[in-house]
Every structure is written in structure tokens, then in C-alpha cells.
């Protein structure tokens, strides 16, 4: 396991970070445990969950299985806040002031520490002032409750402004984002990854297997296997990922991976971990032999030629599938 530096901040982070989305859900708590604890002794030091997977149990199955023999202590914990908790609330949701110190107090108590690593917004929200959200979280830091704040599918321009608002203010800024990022999608590559880069801000990004899809577990005109991710799905997204050209490149992957002895979801795996400004892909295991495979994608390394073969079907700085549009448009409020 190799450790990268995580933005601008000197704290040092595995290449992969390991994705909790699972536990307390579709993957019950004690194999939830036994993931973790594999994981930790093949050396990842970064966990990323948040408030709303499966409505708070993964933040408690990682907050049980992180109490035991000091394991918290060696871990960069991060976690997010956005999404709805509270039904019925006009106030329930959203990156506002009593939002997040709410939640943050909610997703402490979950965990059984008394600090956060990195708390993340989960998604932007275009309609609120950006200072609002920059001083809540930046009380929480100065509070000892938060060590770094950082962003999930925020736009390029949107860190642009976080980062001038915090300096105009004397505030913390944000230090990581994490974008959707895979073969199939290669957008961030024409601006979020060179403002990353240009401002050391940390890119971390979340289904680099499209979700199951570049694990080569479907097939074209099949139906999902049953239990897969995608199964039983009929959203335009679903349809969209399931084109011919999305097929093209998995096929394209699948043919490498054979050469190279390994698996596509490890190659594909391999493939984000080693991009430029890349510092940890987040992977989501179900299950053990899943969490197995991942960390396959460890010894696997990418020639130039193999880069020129993946671009030739993958159209760099581009999607064959968009497959996220977070709230990207123009703010309501203009910073004061």
C-alpha cells in the first residue's frame, strides 16, 4: 500500500479509500466488521461514509468496529452531510447553518468519536450563499469537532468561489472534492482536475467501476443479474449506461485484463488510481471477495500503450455516459 499526500494538508492517505455506502445495509454489520478489519491490515488508513447511507447504520457499524483496540486513532475518518434525515422538516435537508451543526452532532454521536477528519458536503446547493455554509463548517473546526472540510460533485467554479470567499473571510477552506470519475465518465479531467491540482485541493472520486458496470458482470441484451446493483433498474441513466458504446469499452477492458492476467473491475481500478491529480479512488466492497478483487488493483500497472489503447475507446476529458448532474446552476444569492 503506497500513502499520498491528501491535498495541500501533509496528511498522508492509502491510494484507495475504503467506501462504507454498504455496511448497516445490504452488508450486515458483522461482515461489515470483517471488511474493515481486512481492509485496515492490508493497510487503508481512509474510510468515507456518510449520514444518509442506509439512514445512519453505516456510520454506526464503522463507529463500532473503529472503537475496538484504538483503531480509530489510525484512521482518517471522513463522513458527509446534505441529504435528508429528518422527514416532515422543511429544515431536514441542505447546507445551511442548522443543518449541519445538527447533523454533525448526529453523525458524532453515530460514530463514537469526538472529531471528524474531513466533513464533506455531500452535494452542492446552488441556492444558498456559499458563506453561509463556510462559516458553520468553519466553527466546527474551530470547535475541535472537524479537522478538514471538503465537497462531493461540486463544479469547478463552485470550489473556485469557496476558496475565494474563505480567504476573503479568514475562513477554512475546503481541502478535497470527490467527483463521480471512470472510464466512462471523464469530465473532471477539463477543469476540476487542473484546479485540483493548481490549488492542491485533493481529488477523491467515488464509483470508479460505474457503478458494478466495469466489473464486466453485464452483458449486452441480458438481463442484471439478480442482487447486482443495477438489477431491476429502468431510470434513464441505467438505460444510458447500457448502450453499445458503454459496451465498446468494457469489452475493450475485458481483452486487456485478460492479457494482463486480472480482473476488469482492477484494471479499470487501476486505470483511475493512476491518473494525473488522482489521490485515492473510493471503493465500495459488499462483500470479502469483492474487497479481495479491489485490492488486486494494487499490482496492477498501466503502460503508456495500454493508456493510448483505453483512450482510443474512452474519449479523454469526455462522457460516453454522464453519469451524475449535481446542481451546477447559477446561485440565487450573490456572496456579501
Not at 449520514?51 to 454506526?60: C, K, L, Q
Not at 447546507?95 to 477528519?117: F, G, M, V
Not at 457503478?211 to 452483458?219: A, E, N, P
Amino acid at each position: 500500500m503506497q500513502y499520498r499526500d491528501l491535498g495541500r494538508t501533509g496528511v498522508r492517505v492509502s491510494q484507495l479509500c475504503l467506501g462504507c455506502m454498504m455496511f448497516g445495509g445490504k452488508t450486515d454489520p458483522a461482515a461489515s466488521v470483517e471488511i474493515i478489519d481486512r481492509a485496515i491490515d492490508a493497510g487503508i488508513n481512509f474510510f468515507d461514509t456518510a449520514n444518509v447511507y442506509n439512514r445512519g447504520r453505516s456510520e454506526e457499524v464503522v463507529g463500532q468496529a473503529l472503537k475496538r483496540d484504538g483503531k480509530r486513532d489510525r484512521i482518517v475518518l471522513a463522513t458527509k452531510v446534505h441529504g435528508r434525515m429528518i422527514e416532515n422538516d422543511p429544515n431536514g435537508l441542505g447546507n445551511h447553518r442548522r443543518h449541519i451543526i445538527q447533523q454533525c452532532e448526529a453523525s458524532l454521536r453515530r460514530l463514537q468519536t469526538d472529531w471528524i477528519d474531513i466533513y464533506q458536503l455531500h452535494r452542492p446547493e446552488s441556492g444558498l450563499a456559499i458563506d453561509e455554509t463556510l462559516r458553520a463548517l468553519d466553527d466546527l473546526i474551530r470547535a475541535g469537532k472537524v479537522r478538514y472540510i471538503g465537497t462531493s460533485t461540486f463544479a469547478a467554479w463552485q470550489l473556485m468561489e469557496a476558496l475565494w470567499v474563505a480567504k476573503e473571510l479568514g475562513l477554512n477552506r475546503f481541502v478535497s472534492e470527490q467527483p463521480p470519475y471512470h472510464l466512462l465518465d471523464r469530465r473532471i479531467e477539463r477543469e476540476l482536475v487542473p484546479f485540483a491540482q493548481t490549488y492542491g485541493v485533493a481529488i477523491i472520486p467515488w464509483s470508479p467501476l460505474a457503478g458494478g458496470f466495469l466489473t464486466g458482470k453485464y452483458r449486452p441484451g441480458e438481463v442484471p443479474p439478480e442482487g447486482a446493483r443495477l438489477a431491476g433498474r429502468d431510470d434513464e441513466r441505467t438505460k444510458a449506461l447500457f448502450a453499445e458504446r458503454s459496451f465498446g469499452v468494457l469489452e475493450v477492458l475485458q481483452t486487456m485484463a485478460a492479457e494482463k492476467g486480472v480482473t476488469p473491475s482492477q484494471l479499470a481500478l487501476a486505470w483511475v488510481g493512476q491518473q494525473p491529480g488522482i489521490t485515492a479512488p473510493i471503493i465500495g466492497p459488499r462483500t470479502m471477495e469483492q474487497l479481495d478483487d479491489n485490492l488486486g488493483a494494487l499490482d496492477v500497472s498501466l503502460t503508456a500503450d495500454d493508456l493510448r489503447r483505453l483512450d482510443e475507446v474512452s474519449a479523454p476529458g469526455r462522457a460516453i455516459v454522464p453519469y451524475y448532474e449535481a446542481d451546477f446552476g447559477p446561485s440565487r444569492y450573490r456572496w456579501i
